[in-house]
């Protein structure tokens, strides 16, 4: 699957999307705005929206607001998201962290330029695994800035 020609296509790791709820402020907010304003193309599945889901949910995160909050957040990655799934359970990528394969499956399956994280595991995948560069909120904020220019 093909990105729109000049458009930048990436994966937001769902803890990026967290922080971007937590907080009005910062690259990861940033983000989740640039791919409302259709700045790039930011993919989602099911699986990695479902982890978004399961995150806000957690009690901890109520201090940041109500449930309807955070389902109002939800709603907006999926709107602003391109939906894409892979099929079957993806391989062994991510030696630290196996829970996070799916990620750097779906970057990859989906023809994403590059995976946005601050997940240490995902900066640690072996480069024969991983296909895909990965990117911190703060590299990807200002690779977005420096394409507006």
Not at 112 to 139: F, K, M, N
Request: hydrophobic share 40%.
């Amino acid at each position: 699957m093909a990105n729109s020609p000049g458009r930048l296509r990436a994966v937001v790791d769902p803890n990026v999307l967290v922080s971007a709820w937590i907080s009005p402020h910062g690259f990861p907010r940033r983000i989740l705005d640039a791919a409302d304003a259709g700045r790039f193309e930011m993919v989602v599945s099911n699986r990695l929206l479902a982890e978004l889901a399961d995150v806000l949910s957690r009690e901890r995160l109520r201090r940041y607001g109500p449930m309807e909050k955070a389902r109002a957040h939800i709603r907006r990655a999926t709107r602003a998201g391109i939906h894409v799934e892979v099929e079957g359970e993806p391989e062994r990528l991510v030696p630290d962290d196996p829970k996070d394969d799916y990620l750097v499956a779906l970057a990859r399956d989906s023809g994403s330029d590059c995976l946005v994280s601050g997940d240490p595991h995902l900066a640690r995948t072996p480069p024969e695994a991983e296909p895909i560069p990965v990117l911190t909120p703060r590299q990807f904020g200002e690779l977005l800035e420096e394409r507006d220019r």
